[in-house]
């Protein structure tokens, strides 16, 4: 089981961004990281195109280390770690280990 999933919501724990939080875009697996919204923003130089008719710099979201960052605890709005539960019918869901809510 994963431990960060598409659209959790997470704190960077470490690096410039540190206790800013955001929800989880993308994840790569291979690789061991995570794109989170409006973290890790690097500016981007692009061409005159259809899309962008001035050409310029964008801002681009980047990918974070997937230890970097931590569940947020949607109970006291906190990082916290989990917990993996088995329900009866064989599935598993993440349990927060302060609260004890679902994540």
Same mark, same amino acid.
């Given at each position: 089981? =994963?431990?960060? #999933?598409?659209?959790? #919501?997470?704190?960077?724990?470490?690096?410039?961004? &540190?206790?800013? +939080?955001? @929800?989880?875009?993308?994840?790569? $697996?291979?690789?061991? #990281?995570?794109? !989170?919204?409006?973290?890790? =923003?690097?500016? #981007?130089? *692009?061409?005159?195109?259809?899309?962008?008719?001035?050409?310029?710099?964008?801002?681009?979201?980047?990918? *974070?280390?997937?230890?970097? *960052?931590? $569940?947020?605890?949607? /109970?006291?709005? /906190?990082? +916290?770690?989990? =917990? +993996? @539960?088995? =329900? @009866?019918?064989?599935? &598993?869901?993440? !349990?927060?280990? /302060?609260?004890?809510?679902?994540?």
């Amino acid at each position: 089981m =994963l431990r960060i #999933k598409r659209d959790d #919501k997470v704190m960077v724990i470490t690096g410039k961004d &540190k206790g800013k +939080t955001g @929800k989880v875009i993308k994840v790569f $697996l291979a690789d061991q #990281k995570v794109v !989170v919204e409006n973290i890790n =923003l690097m500016k #981007k130089s *692009v061409k005159k195109s259809d899309q962008y008719p001035n050409g310029g710099f964008i801002e681009v979201e980047r990918p *974070v280390h997937i230890s970097n *960052v931590m $569940l947020v605890d949607s /109970k006291s709005v /906190k990082p +916290t770690r989990y =917990l +993996t @539960k088995v =329900l @009866k019918d064989g599935g &598993k869901v993440r !349990v927060a280990k /302060k609260s004890g809510e679902t994540i």
